[in-house]
């Protein structure tokens, strides 16, 4: 008898053993997947993050893509590189010059954009960019005089392009400057994210500084949960969350390159219709979308034109995902899109709805 219960006491001894054991590969399994594999680098004139989850293994194979890419890209489009294709487009302005089919696809772009948002985005403001030179160690505050100057060859209708069997050209007008700045970080999430998912990458996040774009799901199944970065406080302190998966989050504001002269503060992101700082009475602007180019211009627009304006561009383009806060920081003006899946999470500050007009 005690023999026949020893046994069943050995059976139950087993089986339970078996169950830890299972249960111990399963958790090891799901730290494995919930372990991202990581690049961190300094491109693109900030710090660049590219986290990939899931049981991948050429997720490292993945990430050394990515790096090749990442720098790839600066070598078209950076205007601190000499040989790009944006310093010799702006070298040689005035002539014909053979281009990249990536540089001839984002100027096309850009300049499509400008006309949607009437100038709002203009990717021909680089020599007033320059004369301000805010975020590097002579930032400045320009003569009115040199800005009108600078002003007057800032028109993007003048940009000219040609494609032919021979190649792709662009010609500006002498004088003018080209500056993709305020798109170009978002095409390159686009790129980026197109080239992980050939790689077979089904979640992972990407982290242009300002443009957050994931693919897929979480680690933990669901939508991303990505916070709003609250203006003027350290990073990491949120006033909202977006939760959705396959997207693309770009905020805009003053506070990222900056600098204070007399108790003002002046930023980076230039009213093309003054050649100042806009103060258009936000702290931030945020642009959801699935298409990171679009997002990241429509951010800049969307500050540029401040609440008002941009109401009014919002409704005319009904379903643009957009979040927008007050200079005071005190109210947040939100589209019907973005209400689908995003949340205040500050409390003090009050939700107002904008560009709910005609879809
Ligand atoms: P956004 O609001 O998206 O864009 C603002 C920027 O766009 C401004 O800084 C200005 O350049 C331009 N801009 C201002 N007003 C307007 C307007 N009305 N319409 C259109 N554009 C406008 N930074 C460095 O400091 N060093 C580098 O070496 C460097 N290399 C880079 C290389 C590449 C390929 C790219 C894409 C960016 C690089 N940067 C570099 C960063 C760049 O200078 C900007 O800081 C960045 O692209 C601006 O993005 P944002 O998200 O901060 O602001
Ligand atoms: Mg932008």
Redesign the pocket.
């Known amino acids: 008898m005690l023999a026949k219960n020893g046994g069943k006491y050995i059976l139950f001894a087993l089986a339970a053993l078996l169950l830890c054991l299972f249960a111990l590969h399963a958790a090891q399994q799901r730290e494995e997947t919930a372990k991202p594999h990581v690049l961190e680098s300094f491109r ?3 710090v660049t993050r590219v986290a990939l989850y899931g049981e991948n293994a050429a997720a490292e194979k993945a990430l050394a893509e990515a790096d090749k890419f990442l720098r790839e ?2 070598r078209i ?4 590189i000499a040989s790009s294709d944006i310093s010799r487009l702006n070298a040689k302005a005035g002539e014909w010059v053979a281009v990249s089919g990536e540089c001839f696809r984002l100027v096309e772009r850009a300049r499509e954009l400008a006309e949607l948002t009437e100038g ?4 021909a ?1 680089g020599g007033v ?1 320059r004369l301000w030179r ?3 160690p002579d930032q400045r505050i320009p003569e009115r005089g040199e800005i009108e100057k600078a002003l007057q060859s800032c028109d993007y209708r003048k940009i000219e392009s040609r494609a032919s069997e021979d190649g792709r050209y662009l010609r500006i007008p002498r004088g003018m400057e080209l ?7 978002g095409r ?1 999430a686009d790129m980026l994210k197109e080239k992980l998912r050939e790689a077979g990458v089904k979640s992972a996040i990407i982290d242009l ?3 957050l774009d994931v693919i897929g799901l979480s680690p933990e199944g669901r939508g991303w949960r990505l916070g709003l970065q609250r203006p003027w406080s350290p990073r990491g302190e949120y006033f909202g969350i977006v939760e959705a998966e396959d997207i693309s989050v ?3 504001g003053p506070y ?2 900056c600098f204070e002269k007399d108790g003002k503060i002046y930023h ?5 219709a003054s050649g100042f700082p ?1 103060e258009s009475g936000l702290s931030s602007v945020t642009v959801i979308d699935g298409d990171s180019a679009l997002a ?1 211009a429509l ?3 969307l ?2 034109m401040g609440r008002d304006r941009a109401a009014k561009f919002l409704e005319k383009n009904g379903g643009v995902a957009a979040v927008l806060l007050s200079a005071s920081g005190k109210t947040a003006f939100v589209t019907p899109a973005a209400r689908k899946i995003f949340r205040l999470t500050d409390e003090n500050i009050a939700l107002e709805e904008i560009g709910g007009g005609s879809r």
């Open positions: 693109l004139g900030t890209f600066e489009f950076s205007v601190n709002a985005f203009n990717p403001i960019v805010t975020g590097t500056d993709l700045g305020a798109i170009a970080k390159a500084g300002g443009n770009v905020t805009s990222e390159r980076h992101i230039i009213d093309p806009a990241d951010c800049t627009a500050f540029v």
